[in-house]
């Protein structure tokens, strides 16, 4: 059923609320706001009782897709199932009324909190300290790039190139453009992973950094990372890691051991928090110890002081980068992270990522007869197909899948990335999915294939069974084209 706008529901004479009776004399409303900034008329308010409000909204909430409804498998960005302890905590009136211009005695606990939430981190990764200000991912890359670039010039070695791989997140270049820099791209090989042959010819004396991912977009682990690393530094460059995927390698391996001067995590992705729809995020920084004094300013700081422990924040770093965001970054991410890393402990945090990697590759082995794979298997915790198959066949598209993959009522995975794969259907499971769920999605899309060759006008027609039934797409693509030239 369609639902109406909340003013054609609105009713004449019904109300669901009631004042109280002022406690004040009344007075013209000219001597409380100034006559010019008052309307001529009142808005149009709807009139309906509360029944009707909380059935409204509950209504349209139920038509929005979201992962406590269900699966969430978009590749690479990691939307897993968020436990409700994380909002607990992060509602506790320590932190929820806690204001960032207090003083730093008063905040004793939050400080405490993301100091220890830093050491975690730093920890985790293998890196020798962490900056908890970038507000999400790719700020953290920018934040990054702005530590790499001070390293160099601090050398009095400026530099002015970033090598990106091909298969990268779009973020990558935008950032490395952002921070001042070319970025050259560095090609994949045939298995999917860094071509060590163009990134030697591609390594030069301008060569600030190597941006990766690992593992990698098509979900497939640098098993050459260490001999990269060495290239790298042999070049007086940096490697600095893409922290997108780092649900694969919680307490399996570490950047910091494989090499990376610098990594950033998605607190948001991996150490759950609810977003989408932009935000919240939170894109920490950890770097080795040649980039430690870079940092952006504060850092919290632990000392002691008559016989106690305290926290503060430093901001006397004359090196330092300055600040990415003002106070101390996005704080309820950091409650929530700080709560899902003490929760699941070293071993839960382990178990995260190979129940990952399982689900992921449970998922592959199901479709592998159904849509082609473009890259050798085993995966980590997410993989690529190509609907290629069914476009050559009978001109059903990737799109057209995501489309019909609504009416089985799950979320579309990503599509059309990584780039170097044609007709990309980008998959990421997580851990949190069981195998009845697995069953199902896996149900959906050799479902869908096999409409796409019994019945291909079944899928160009969808979805069927969404609110909002299937766009022009080729209306909107030329929309698209004109605000782009706008």
Do not use: W
């Amino acid at each position: 059923m369609k639902e109406q706008l909340i003013f054609d529901l609105s009713r004449s004479g019904r109300k669901g609320y009631r004042f109280s009776p002022l406690d004040i004399p009344e007075r013209p409303a000219g001597e409380l706001i100034p006559s010019k900034f008052l309307r001529k008329e009142a808005a149009s308010i709807p009139e309906i009782p509360e029944s009707e409000v909380v059935r409204h909204f509950v209504r349209l909430s139920n038509l929005n897709y979201h992962v406590d409804k269900n699966m969430y498998p978009l590749g690479s960005c990691t939307m897993k199932y968020n436990p409700k302890i994380n909002d607990y905590t992060c509602d506790l009136p320590g932190f929820s009324a806690l204001h960032p211009m207090q003083p730093e005695s008063t905040a004793q606990g939050a400080l405490q909190m993301m100091h220890e939430l830093a050491e975690m981190l730093s920890e985790i990764a293998g890196m020798a300290t962490v900056s908890l200000q970038p507000a999400a991912g790719a700020h953290g890359e920018l934040t990054g790039i702005l530590l790499i670039k001070k390293y160099h010039a601090k050398l009095g070695r400026p530099r002015h190139k970033l090598l990106v791989v091909d298969s990268a997140h779009g973020t990558n270049p935008a950032s490395a453009a952002l921070g001042g820099y070319q970025t050259v791209s560095v090609s994949s090989n045939a298995a999917g992973r860094t071509n060590l042959d163009d990134l030697r010819a591609k390594l030069d004396e301008d060569v600030a950094a190597l941006m990766l991912t690992n593992p990698n977009t098509l979900g497939l682990f640098e098993s050459e990372i260490l001999t990269i690393a060495k290239m790298v530094h042999d070049n007086g460059s940096l490697l600095y890691m893409d922290g997108a995927n780092m649900n694969a390698l919680l307490g399996l391996t570490r950047p910091g051991d494989m090499g990376f001067d610098v990594v950033h995590y998605n607190l948001h992705k991996s150490f759950s928090t609810p977003h989408g729809g932009g935000g919240p995020g939170s894109g920490p920084v950890g770097v080795s110890a040649r980039l430690a004094e870079f940092l952006p300013v504060p850092v919290v700081e632990k000392y002691e002081e008559n016989d106690a422990t305290r926290y503060r924040l430093n901001s006397d770093r004359p090196d330092n980068i300055g600040r990415m965001m003002n106070f101390y970054g996005n704080f309820s991410v950091l409650v929530r992270a700080y709560t899902y890393i003490r929760m699941l402990g070293a071993e839960g945090l382990r178990r995260v990522s190979e129940n990952a990697i399982i689900n992921a590759n449970y998922l592959l082995i199901r479709l592998l007869d159904h849509y082609t794979l473009p890259y050798p298997k085993p995966v980590m915790h997410e993989f690529c197909l190509s609907g290629d198959r069914q476009k050559k066949a009978h001109n059903v598209r990737t799109l057209d899948i995501a489309k019909r993959i609504l009416d089985y009522g799950f979320h579309s995975p990503t599509v059309y990335f990584p780039l170097i794969v044609s007709e990309a259907l980008m998959i990421e499971p997580t851990e949190t999915e069981s195998k009845e769920t697995l069953d199902a999605f896996a149900d959906a899309l050799i479902a869908i294939a096999e409409e796409a060759s019994s019945n291909p006008e079944k899928v160009l027609s969808a979805p069927e069974t969404t609110p909002v039934r299937r766009l022009d797409d080729a209306l909107a693509s030329r929309q698209l084209n004109i605000c782009c030239t706008l």
